[in-house]
């Protein structure tokens, strides 16, 4: 069974089910805890992870990944987040938004892999490396990496497209970005420091500067 929820301000919408959506229903968002108490039963949960319309964070985005947190760990089941935008104004003006919302939550869940993200521990590099990069100085990109003892100061920018990596990032105080486009307000970088691929940070890199990719 999945619990799919929208997590709102005041209110939160809940949909439960495997393939279908089996029961659907609104809960006030002080009394959510005790609510999904009583479902030990659950598999996952899915968490609508409002992003921008342009797809980057905001504040509302951090709020909700730091409710999925709390959620796995205070029950230790899986927890996912999947991108909700759109899914609140389709039913705009509706007085079920809450639990309509819910339900394309669990839909888009059980219908595709697609943007999709699960709250999962970070991949750490070793003490030495990390070391060896926080000895780097001038403006520094630290992209796709989930390590956050790679980010020493105010000099760092963060780029990271896993929603809850970059919400550990955002919670040590670093402005992370997850618009490409974002980065040249920022750049150019005198390092760039990427986990996987690189081509795509190379256009933002100083002309002296160095790219290294772990």
């Given at each position: 069974m999945f619990l799919a929820i929208d997590y709102g301000e005041a209110r939160c919408g809940l949909a439960l089910g495997e393939r279908l959506v089996a029961k659907l229903w609104?809960?006030?968002?002080?009394?959510?805890?005790?609510?999904?108490?009583?479902?030990?039963?659950?598999?996952?949960?899915?968490?609508?992870?409002?992003?921008?319309?342009?797809?980057r964070y905001s504040e509302?985005?951090?709020?909700?990944?730091?409710?999925?947190?709390?959620?796995?760990?205070?029950?230790?089941?899986r927890v996912y987040m999947?991108?909700?935008?759109?899914?609140?104004?389709?039913?705009?003006?509706?007085?079920?938004?809450?639990?309509?919302?819910?339900?394309?939550?669990f839909d888009?869940?059980?219908?595709?892999?697609?943007?999709?993200?699960?709250?999962?521990?970070?991949?750490?590099?070793?003490?030495?490396?990390?070391?060896?990069?926080?000895?780097?100085?001038?403006?520094?990109l630290i992209a796709n990496l989930s390590d956050t003892r790679v980010a020493k100061d105010e000099n760092c920018v963060v780029y990271q497209v896993d929603p809850y990596y970059a919400y550990l990032f955002y919670k040590r105080g670093f402005h992370?970005?997850?618009?490409?486009?974002?980065?040249?307000?920022?750049a150019p970088f005198?390092?760039?420091v990427a986990g996987g691929s690189c081509e795509e940070f190379r256009t933002f890199l100083r002309p002296s500067g160095k790219i290294l990719c772990l």
């Open positions: 609104t809960v006030e968002r002080e009394k959510l805890f005790s609510e999904l108490s009583k479902f030990p039963d659950i598999e996952a949960y899915v968490v609508g992870l409002p992003f921008s319309m342009s797809g509302q985005t951090f709020k909700v990944i730091a409710f999925a947190e709390r959620l796995h760990k205070k029950y230790g089941k999947i991108d909700e935008r759109l899914s609140s104004k389709i039913f705009k003006g509706s007085k079920d938004v809450d639990r309509l919302s819910a339900a394309e939550i888009r869940f059980v219908s595709s892999d697609r943007n999709r993200y699960e709250i999962r521990p970070p991949s750490k590099l070793s003490d030495e490396t990390v070391a060896e990069l926080n000895n780097l100085t001038g403006k520094i992370v970005e997850r618009d490409l486009k974002q980065l040249e307000n920022s005198d390092m760039i």
